[in-house]
């Protein structure tokens, strides 16, 4: 019989594969949509391919807290029982907000959208960094110091991606876009190392 821990595990995996998977997919059309030879009909069609693909990790990265969660409760997260349901219904109705954000794009409503995702966005990356830094320094609630440096690299990954919303928006008028590029290659190695860290739990 499957548990709930090990599909959820399962889930999990998922989430980092599609993560790094379409990330990657993103970064790819974006170079190529900067190159002098693509048209301008091709630069549109690649910059709206990846808008689209970059929905699988803003996706991704949203499940991530809910699934991320429930499997810590088997390490000592103090996150469990109606908690942690609360925490996968706040989840979804944050993933309906993420893809509002995409569908509502220019419109006014989309734009509202967008300030309430980006709030939210600021309050569980605070929330992973401090619990995270928390139990790093103190040891509880949560003993473990992988699971503990894991919440606050993850936090850390929501961090990055908000720095990358606001480049974007300096990005418009022509600048930053380096600058997100180094963004976005921390991003890889942080989900790298967070993944690296639920696999081995070396200490």
């Keep these: 019989m499957l548990s709930t821990y090990t599909l959820v ?3 999990h995996v998922l989430l980092f594969a599609y993560w790094l998977g379409s990330d990657l997919g993103v970064f ?11 048209s301008e009909d091709a630069r549109a069609r690649l910059q709206q391919a990846g808008t689209l693909i970059d929905m699988a990790p803003r996706t991704c990265l949203v499940l991530m807290v809910p699934a991320g969660l429930t499997l810590a409760v088997n390490f000592g997260s103090p996150i469990r029982g109606v908690a942690l349901g609360a925490v996968w219904v706040a989840a979804l109705a944050w993933l309906w907000l993420v893809w509002e954000v995409h569908w509502r794009h220019g419109a006014p409503i989309g734009r509202i959208y967008w300030r309430i995702d980006f709030a939210v966005r600021s309050a569980v990356m605070a929330a992973f960094v401090g619990f995270g830094a928390w139990c790093l320094v103190t040891g509880s609630p949560v003993s473990s110091a992988w699971l503990a440096a894991k919440m ?25 876009s380096d600058l997100i590029r180094q963004v976005v290659l921390v991003i890889w190695v942080l989900v790298a190392s967070a993944a690296f860290l639920g696999v081995t739990k070396p200490f």
């Design 9 to 11: 595990a399962f889930l």
């Design 28 to 38: 790819i059309c974006s170079l190529t949509a900067r190159r002098a030879d693509v």
């Design 152 to 176: 606050l690299i993850f936090g850390l990954i929501i961090l990055c991606g908000i720095i990358v919303r606001i480049l974007l928006l300096r990005s418009r008028s022509g600048g930053a």
